[in-house]
């Protein structure tokens, strides 16, 4: 269970009666949990999908693959309280169109290109979320499934450069290595690489994250006129690494 409580957030689940996973962060360790008045949204109690009866967890010893044996719609962020949700991310019965995912590049020959290695390594479904929430913030949550972790890593090599990501999403052409996101917010067995837009931006500010975990590969976009928040980005990364992780 995910939850953002008073004194501590605990991320806990139980499947199959197995306990799945628990992390306990201190409020004074991330960022966006001291107060709230910070900025951070309030979510709903969000816990894990239980496990089908004898599947391991993704890094268990037993699985080698890294796979995700939960239904990878239910791992998907829910929107924040408040949030209008991204009908356009709905998808085809929670399944999304890898169209739809690759319409966030900026440039035509890089989402024929993305295309192709997603082809090339037997992407095999895509769920997706969207909201907005009232300070005009947009977010789009994309988790892309492999056969293996090792596919779903190529992936993420593939489209997240150290400085920058290699294909510009659109509303941002310049971006440069968030630096200031917290590693207490960072998740164990969870591989992260955000992004920021750089100055001077246009009408809007683009915050990017690249998320990779076991057979998994995620990308978190936030986009808000003027300035998108960085506290409201480290909860939504956090909160999805937790659900991956």
Excluded: C
Excluded at 88 to 114: N, Y
Excluded at 128 to 155: K, N
Excluded at 182 to 197: F, G, R
């Amino acid at each position: 269970m995910l939850r953002w409580g008073a004194a501590v957030v605990v991320f806990a689940v139980v499947g199959a009666g197995t306990a799945y996973g628990i992390t306990e962060m201190k409020r004074s360790d991330v960022p966006g949990l001291k107060t709230a008045s910070d900025g951070r949204w309030t979510f709903p109690t969000v816990s894990k999908p239980p496990l089908p009866a004898g599947s391991p967890g993704p890094f268990a010893t037993a699985n080698a693959a890294g796979a995700h044996f939960a239904d990878l719609r239910a791992l998907v962020l829910p929107a924040p309280k408040g949030a209008v949700g991204d009908k356009a991310l709905d998808g085809s019965d929670g399944w999304l169109a890898t169209k739809v995912f690759l319409a966030e590049f900026s440039a035509a020959d890089d989402r024929t290109e993305i295309a192709q290695q997603l082809t090339d390594q037997g992407l095999r479904h895509i769920a997706a979320r969207g909201w907005t929430t009232s300070d005009g913030t947009h977010t789009r949550i994309y988790l892309l499934q492999f056969d293996t972790a090792t596919v779903a890593d190529e992936i993420s090599k593939g489209l997240a450069g150290y400085a920058s990501p290699t294909h510009p999403v659109r509303g941002a052409d310049s971006y440069e290595s968030d630096d200031d996101f917290p590693d207490a917010a960072k998740v164990t067995n969870v591989s992260l690489q955000p992004y920021v837009e750089t100055k001077p931006y246009g009408a809007e500010q683009v915050r990017l994250g690249f998320v990779t975990a076991g057979d998994t590969f995620a990308m978190i976009v936030q986009s808000r006129k003027g300035q998108a928040e960085a506290v409201p980005f480290q909860q939504t990364v956090t909160l999805q690494s937790e659900l991956l992780g």
